[in-house]
């Protein structure tokens, strides 16, 4: 709660002729958090006989806090009690003459973000985390799409497999209630260093949070000896990935892995006809998807380790420049090898005059386009490819975590524009930059193992040099694998809901399919229980 304040009437607060004393006082312990007096260089006052006047104050008002410690304390409880009569925050005016606080007026403030759905489950603070800006997508989610969300996530369902404790909606958007291990000692470090690979800012933001006494003391439940033991198994595997194991190939492992296991869960749905019995097989099938994430995300988290290790330790040898270079070209990233496909896409179309004709006509119907396109003259060998980069990345489009967003293969309209940029382009130098990379990576470590190399230590720089080196280029690109997954069998489960909205709206359930991105899981099954 924020009260400012200003000798004499508040026409000079509200006019701007004065800054104000602030004083934050915080609504749950009922205690002062901070006061800020400012620099107050006049007043105005009224006239008894009507009418105001300027006065400027002495030395000693200007610097003179406005309000006492107890005025703070009762207006505080006045504020409180108001927005508790009303039920949503207000913007106060009052007085104070003669020792005797005066209310003037109150309005709800309008111009706050809704944060109904954000409320203390225990009545002390709490940080929520957007995941929406977190992925920078701003705007508002269908309310299928949150649901899904908090579903998939396999923690926070004590009461309800529809209900999420940690992960929240308000306002059509996500939020991630980041409390707990920002209250734990240990946990909070981690917390910290997942955010500011998050967002840059956020860190510093939530320091000043934790500075409250709820984040100076451990409030929630104990840690148990199984999830001790659990963390404990990751770090030993990520410990073995950094220093001894073998890591050639594991990303195309990996790769395999994640196709058979999206084929697997896919034709197991689709086995079975729309309906609740469909839903239910589909809620079933969650539980076991993040314990998946565990077959690469201990060697991912090695990658990590091992590029931050490397040009930690190479900073005393390279260049700035050449540091940067030691990083970049990194195979396995699906982020980069999709760019990579767009740029064998365009190729294959500049080979085809009647592909490359058709593009500059592209339109703004996308599938409509693929349709003509698959009708042209020479144009086989792009269709495979396009075919094989939707198989891959057709799950992906525009803010792919919302659910309801048209993934590739709904509408290819974005990425076609995106291989129609690449003709009207001079040149396209996809594959022959990406190779520059990889050769400055290359050129970077040739250096690295010629000066690092010398001295008494040399041996064993260089030893550990090319053992950070393996693992970074191994498995440092997979830091996006977790994501694409997501985003794969989020298109399995959508493709699941939209074959029920279809017997929803056969059965006059629903008045169109896309109803159903209106709805939640907890109102699917109440609808099919009807």
């Given at each position: 709660?924020?009260?400012?304040a200003?000798?004499?009437?508040?026409?000079?607060l509200v006019?701007?002729?004065v800054?104000?004393?602030?004083?934050?006082?915080?609504k749950?312990?009922?205690?002062i958090?901070?006061?800020q007096?400012?620099d107050?260089q006049?007043?105005?006052y009224p006239?008894k006989?009507?009418?105001?006047?300027?006065?400027n104050l002495s030395?000693?008002?200007?610097?003179?806090?406005?309000?006492?410690?107890?005025?703070?304390l009762?207006?505080a409880?006045?504020g409180?009690?108001i927005?508790?009569?009303?039920g949503m925050?207000?913007?106060?005016e009052?007085?104070i003459?003669?020792g005797?606080?005066?209310?003037?007026?109150?309005r709800?403030?309008t111009?706050?973000?809704?944060?109904d759905g954000?409320?203390?489950?225990?009545n002390?603070l709490?940080?929520f985390?957007s995941?929406?800006?977190?992925?920078s997508m701003?705007?508002a989610?269908a309310?299928?799409?949150?649901s899904?969300i908090?579903?998939?996530m396999?923690?926070g369902?004590?009461?309800s497999?529809?209900?999420?404790?940690?992960?929240?909606t308000?306002?059509?958007?996500m939020?991630a209630?980041?409390?707990?291990?920002l209250r734990?000692?240990?946990?909070?470090?981690a917390m910290l260093?997942l955010l500011?690979?998050?967002?840059?800012?956020?860190p510093e933001?939530?320091?000043?949070v934790?500075?409250h006494?709820?984040?100076?003391?451990w409030q929630?439940p104990?840690i148990?000896?199984?999830l001790?033991?659990?963390?404990?198994?990751?770090?030993?595997?990520?410990?073995s990935?950094l220093?001894?194991?073998?890591l050639?190939g594991f990303?195309?492992?990996?790769?395999?892995l994640?196709d058979?296991?999206?084929?697997?869960v896919?034709?197991?749905?689709e086995a079975l006809p729309?309906g609740?019995?469909?839903?239910?097989a589909?809620?079933d099938a969650?539980?076991?998807?993040?314990?998946?994430f565990?077959n690469?995300?201990?060697?991912?988290g090695?990658?990590?380790a091992?590029t931050?290790?490397?040009t930690r330790?190479a900073?005393?040898?390279?260049s700035?420049d050449?540091?940067e270079?030691?990083t970049?070209?990194?195979p396995g990233?699906?982020v980069n090898?999709?760019n990579?496909?767009?740029?064998?896409?365009a190729?294959?179309a500049?080979?085809s005059p009647?592909?490359?004709?058709?593009?500059?006509?592209?339109?703004d119907?996308g599938?409509?386009?693929?349709?003509q396109?698959?009708?042209?003259?020479g144009?086989?060998r792009f269709m495979a490819?396009?075919?094989d980069?939707?198989y891959r990345?057709?799950?992906?489009g525009?803010s792919?975590i919302d659910?309801?967003?048209?993934?590739w293969?709904?509408d290819?309209?974005?990425?076609l524009r995106v291989?129609a940029?690449?003709?009207?382009?001079?040149?396209r130098?996809h594959?022959?930059?990406?190779?520059?990379?990889v050769?400055?990576?290359?050129?970077?470590?040739?250096k690295l193992?010629?000066t690092a190399?010398a001295g008494?230590?040399?041996?064993?720089r260089i030893?550990m040099?090319n053992r950070?080196y393996?693992?970074?280029?191994q498995?440092?690109?997979?830091?996006?694998?977790?994501?694409?997954?997501v985003?794969?069998l989020?298109?399995?489960?959508?493709e699941i809901l939209?074959?029920n909205a279809?017997?929803?709206t056969?059965?006059?359930k629903?008045g169109?399919?896309?109803?159903i991105?209106?709805?939640?899981?907890?109102?699917?099954?109440?609808?099919?229980d009807?």
């Amino acid at each position: 709660l924020t009260i400012d304040a200003s000798f004499g009437l508040g026409e000079a607060l509200v006019s701007g002729l004065v800054s104000p004393d602030a004083y934050r006082v915080d609504k749950r312990t009922r205690t002062i958090l901070d006061r800020q007096i400012a620099d107050k260089q006049m007043a105005i006052y009224p006239e008894k006989n009507g009418g105001t006047r300027q006065e400027n104050l002495s030395l000693a008002q200007r610097k003179q806090t406005v309000l006492s410690d107890d005025q703070i304390l009762a207006l505080a409880e006045m504020g409180y009690q108001i927005e508790s009569h009303y039920g949503m925050p207000q913007d106060i005016e009052w007085a104070i003459a003669d020792g005797q606080i005066y209310l003037l007026q109150a309005r709800p403030i309008t111009s706050l973000y809704p944060i109904d759905g954000l409320g203390s489950p225990d009545n002390s603070l709490h940080v929520f985390f957007s995941l929406g800006h977190q992925q920078s997508m701003t705007r508002a989610m269908a309310p299928l799409s949150l649901s899904t969300i908090q579903v998939l996530m396999p923690i926070g369902h004590a009461e309800s497999v529809f209900d999420n404790t940690y992960i929240r909606t308000s306002g059509g958007r996500m939020f991630a209630d980041i409390t707990l291990p920002l209250r734990h000692p240990v946990l909070r470090s981690a917390m910290l260093g997942l955010l500011s690979q998050l967002d840059a800012l956020a860190p510093e933001a939530v320091r000043q949070v934790i500075q409250h006494p709820e984040f100076q003391r451990w409030q929630g439940p104990h840690i148990s000896l199984s999830l001790f033991k659990g963390l404990f198994m990751i770090l030993r595997r990520v410990l073995s990935a950094l220093w001894s194991r073998d890591l050639t190939g594991f990303v195309d492992q990996t790769n395999t892995l994640m196709d058979e296991y999206i084929a697997d869960v896919a034709r197991s749905l689709e086995a079975l006809p729309p309906g609740k019995e469909q839903l239910q097989a589909e809620l079933d099938a969650l539980p076991d998807f993040f314990p998946f994430f565990l077959n690469w995300v201990p060697e991912a988290g090695a990658g990590i380790a091992a590029t931050r290790l490397l040009t930690r330790l190479a900073q005393s040898w390279l260049s700035p420049d050449e540091l940067e270079a030691l990083t970049l070209g990194i195979p396995g990233n699906v982020v980069n090898e999709m760019n990579l496909a767009i740029g064998d896409l365009a190729d294959l179309a500049c080979d085809s005059p009647q592909i490359g004709n058709l593009l500059k006509q592209l339109g703004d119907d996308g599938n409509q386009w693929i349709r003509q396109a698959a009708q042209q003259e020479g144009s086989a060998r792009f269709m495979a490819a396009w075919e094989d980069f939707l198989y891959r990345y057709g799950s992906r489009g525009p803010s792919e975590i919302d659910i309801y967003m048209p993934r590739w293969y709904e509408d290819p309209l974005p990425v076609l524009r995106v291989i129609a940029e690449f003709l009207n382009s001079e040149e396209r130098r996809h594959r022959t930059l990406h190779q520059s990379l990889v050769e400055g990576r290359q050129a970077a470590m040739q250096k690295l193992r010629e000066t690092a190399g010398a001295g008494p230590f040399g041996k064993l720089r260089i030893r550990m040099i090319n053992r950070l080196y393996h693992v970074m280029t191994q498995v440092g690109g997979m830091r996006e694998h977790h994501k694409f997954m997501v985003v794969r069998l989020l298109a399995v489960i959508k493709e699941i809901l939209k074959s029920n909205a279809v017997q929803l709206t056969v059965a006059k359930k629903l008045g169109q399919p896309d109803d159903i991105w209106f709805l939640t899981w907890g109102d699917l099954f109440a609808i099919w229980d009807e």
